[in-house]
Structures are given as C-alpha cells and as structure tokens.
C-alpha cells in the first residue's frame, strides 16, 4: 500500500500497511510520533507507550526502513490531517546515523547527492522530470513521429568545436554527441519526422545556473516542414508538456516547491509571441534602456530583459548568420540572418529552445563549413543529404533541464537531474 492510496481512500478507522521510510521522529515518554516517507508523500504515525511496538519504535532512527500498520483517524496536526495509530511495526533496517542532520551546506549535500535524492524537493523535481519525459512521448506519438536514434559517439562537431569531449577511440579520437542532429538529417529520408529524447554533452567551462556539461536533450527533425511549421511543433510541445505536469503536480509544485503554479498558466492558454532579433534590439533599447550592437548574440543578462516583458516563453527568430550554426538557412532576401528561432523562457530562465529551417544549398553548407575552420571532407555524410531528393526540412532541440527548472521553479540546473555533471562536479 502507498502512502497515496491512504490519502485517496481517507476509510477512517480502517487499518492500512505502508512500507517506507522514517522521514522525521520524535520520542517523547509515552508516544513515538514517526513521519514516514514513500515515493508518494508523508504521512504520521502514532505509537503509544502501551504499544508492544513502542520499544521498537523508540529504537527507529531518521531514513530507517519500515514497514508499518496503523488504523486511520483525523489529526489535524498530522501532515495532510491524517495520522495512523499504529499497531504493527516491522523494522527492515534500522541503519546508521543518516549523514544529512545540520549540514546543509551545498557542497556538503552534493557530495551525498545519492542520499540528498530522498529530500522531498529533490524527488517532486524528479517526478515531474518524468511527467516531462512521457508528455514528450505522448506529443510525438499523437503527431505521427518515429523515436529515432543517433550514435552518441560521433566523428564531428555541430555546434561548436570549442566545446567537444573527446573521447579515445581504439587509437583514434571521437567526440561525445553535442546533438542528434546531423545524423538525424539523414534519418529523415527514411521517417520522415523523428525525435528524440537522449543524452547530450557539451564540455562547456561555464559555471551557470544553467548549463550542465552532461544534460538530456528533446530533438525533433522534420521533412517538409518550413520555419513557421516547426516554431509552431515546438511550441505545442512545451504547451502540452507545461499542461501536463500542472495536471499531475499542481499540488506537489504549490507544497513541496513552493512554485505559484499560476505563472505557468498563460503558456498554456497564449500563443507564445514571435519577434524577430531586430525586434528584440528594438524592445532592449527602448523598454530597457540597453543598447545590444546588431550581430552580437544575446547575452543572459539581455535574454533577462527581453523575457521580463512576457508572462509566456518568448520566440526570437532571425539572428545574424555569424552567431549561429552553419547548418540554419539564410533568410530568403536576407543572407544576413538566418531562420533560426530561439525560445527564452520566462522568470529568467534562459533559452529552452534552439531550432532553425535547414540549409538545402549544398554550397553555402561548405562554405560556412569552411568558414568556422571546419575540413568539408568530414561531412561527407551530411553533404549527401543535401544531393539526392533533397527537401525542405526544420528541427529543434529542447533542453530537459531547462525546462524542468523553469516549470518547478528551482534555483539551480543542477537539481532538474539526479546526479549532475558540471565542470567542476562529476561525482557522485
Ligand atoms: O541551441 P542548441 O545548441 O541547439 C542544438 O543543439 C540544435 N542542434 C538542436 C536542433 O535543432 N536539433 O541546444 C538546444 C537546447 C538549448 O536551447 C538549451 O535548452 C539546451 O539545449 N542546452 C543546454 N542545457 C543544459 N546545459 C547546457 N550546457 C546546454 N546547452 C544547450
Ligand atoms: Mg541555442
């Protein structure tokens, strides 16, 4: 029995198994009031001293295992304003002193994130991750979409060479994936549309509360779709994801998180506004009073600005060719800038979305290539998508914890996932 189905049920009187652990205890001369924890939740248990489970209970210390049963009464002191008397104890493990008592220190609780993961916001963090994960499935799924994958070991860069792990291989060198998409590009000759949710790395030295140098990216590649049709892809994927965890976490969020929900509401119910990089220059400078020179990409404190302006995630498109990829098409009439849109969420979150039309010009593809120092010759593969029965297509990326950390509102990337990898933490 779980902790959710005695909250669900509410028989008082009746008497109910759970299986967990001590979350807090108390031991006073005649009654042991024990806090216990599943994956679900808390809830209170009572033993008195006339208990023959009293002693036992005495015994119990704080994240021992139990399994426990208790008859149901209204408490109102009780958490959720319910309480178990108890009247069976078994103790699984009593265990040693739980580490975690004062020091709560950041560097303390990341050196014992394996046992950091049982605090109750760390755990709401990681359900609602998960209710990420499957809307994500659930979006592509019900949009005709093939989960397709791409090697995570690659032989080129695509966002960057700067910021490559190499990795040795036998006795030549490859890189762990910076995205999916290259190879997802050719992958949509066969499917069509495709997604992904995988692994990504990028060996990133900022030390933000936003970059992960290990993190889990959403990708989507679409034949056929033009620019507008592929904002249009994303945006409904981060409406339906927002939707859904409001749905199976409102109350979590609003409790253990403390996040006011409500914020999340208009990006259910609105379109999410579209300007173009000019535009956003525009808005900096004269609702912001900050000057960004044209051809600079936008920085956090900028993006900071221009989100505060709206209550849903804001969709810059149109940035200058320099600042982004050499795979993104050039503007029709406007070789400048490139159909390669940006979604910056809001409440400062940063950008949780990075997505473009695709080049189909196998010559401008080789020349930016050739302009960002890279040798043409190793991208034979991706060239090839471009020479037979070569179509339009788009795609995106989404970053998970990004997302995550905007929806439940925390403070840092990092506990948007279990064990984070960042430049200077790797373990546990
Ligand atoms: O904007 P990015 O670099 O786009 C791509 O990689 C494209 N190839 C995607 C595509 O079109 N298929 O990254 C996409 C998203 C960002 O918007 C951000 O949310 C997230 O990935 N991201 C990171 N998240 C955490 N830590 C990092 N270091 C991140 N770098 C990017
Ligand atoms: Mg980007």
Redesign the pocket.
Known sequence: MYIQKIFEDREIGKEYEIKGWVYRIRKMKDKVFIVMRDSYGIIQIVFDATSPHFNDADKLKSESSLIVHGKLKEEPKAPGGLELQGTKLEIVHIGEDFPIQKDYSKEFLADVRHLWLRSRKLTTTLKVRATAIKAIHEYFDADGFYEFQSPILQSTQ??GGSELFEVKYFDQKMFLT????LPAEAGIFSLEKIYTVSPTF?A?KSLTS????E?W?I?A?MAWYNFDQMISCAEGLVKHVVKRVLEDHKEDLENVMERDTSKLLPTIQKEFPRITYDKALDLLKNKCDFEVEWGKDLRTLEEEKLVALYDTPVIVTHYPKIVK?FYMKEAPGRPEVVLGS?FLAPEGCG??????EREENIDSIIARLKAQGEDPKNYGFYLDTRKYGSVPHA?????L??VVKWVTGIDT?KDAIAFPRTPNRFYP
Do not use: N, P
Not at 351 to 356: C, M
């Open positions: 695509a966002e910076q995205t999916w998409q990028r990133e936003r970059h992960l140098t993190f990216m990708e590649e990829a940006d950008e949780i979305i990075g997505g473009s795609g995106f990326g989404m970053g914890e990004r990337i």
